[in-house]
C-alpha cells in the first residue's frame, strides 16, 4: 500500500510561484509513475502533469504549459511540482497520485492518491 502525502499548498499572489511536493512511502517509488491533478470548487478534478518511473518522459495539461515543471528525486521517494505565474482560476486542491501504468494514471484513474494541499491565489 503506497500513501502519498502532499505538502506545499498556500497563498501567493497572482503571478507569483509556488513548489509542491510529495513524499511516498509504502511502496517502490521508482515503480510508479507520478502525477498532480487539481480540483477547483465546483469543478471536476483535472490533470496537471505526470512524470514517468526514471522521469525520463513528463506531459503536462496545455494550460499549464511552460510554466509549471514536474520532476521527481528518487532516491528521496518525492515527486515536485514547481509552479510559476499561477493565476486566480488556478486556486483548487492540488493532488499527487501515482500508478505503475500512465495511461490509467493520466486518466485520473490512479491507484493510489493523496489528501491533497490546498493552493489559493489572489488576484
Known amino acids: 500500500q503506497v500513501q502519498l502525502v502532499e505538502s506545499g499548498g498556500g497563498l501567493v499572489q497572482a503571478g507569483g510561484s509556488l513548489s509542491l511536493s510529495c513524499a511516498a512511502s509504502?511502496?517502490?517509488?521508482?515503480?510508479?509513475?507520478m502525477g498532480w491533478f487539481r480540483q477547483a470548487p465546483g469543478k471536476e478534478r483535472e490533470f496537471v502533469a505526470a512524470v514517468s518511473w526514471s522521469g525520463g518522459l513528463t506531459w503536462y495539461a496545455d494550460s499549464v504549459k511552460g510554466r509549471f515543471t514536474i520532476s521527481r528525486d528518487n532516491a528521496k521517494n518525492t515527486v515536485y511540482l514547481q509552479m510559476n505565474s499561477l493565476n486566480a482560476e488556478e486556486t483548487a486542491v492540488y493532488y499527487c497520485?501515482?500508478?505503475?501504468?500512465?495511461?490509467?494514471?493520466?486518466?485520473?484513474?490512479?491507484?493510489?492518491w493523496g489528501q491533497g494541499t490546498q493552493v489559493t491565489v489572489s488576484s
Open positions: 497520485t501515482s500508478d505503475s501504468m500512465i495511461s490509467r494514471l493520466r486518466s485520473g484513474a490512479g491507484e493510489y
Open positions: 509504502g511502496g517502490t517509488f521508482s515503480r510508479y509513475h
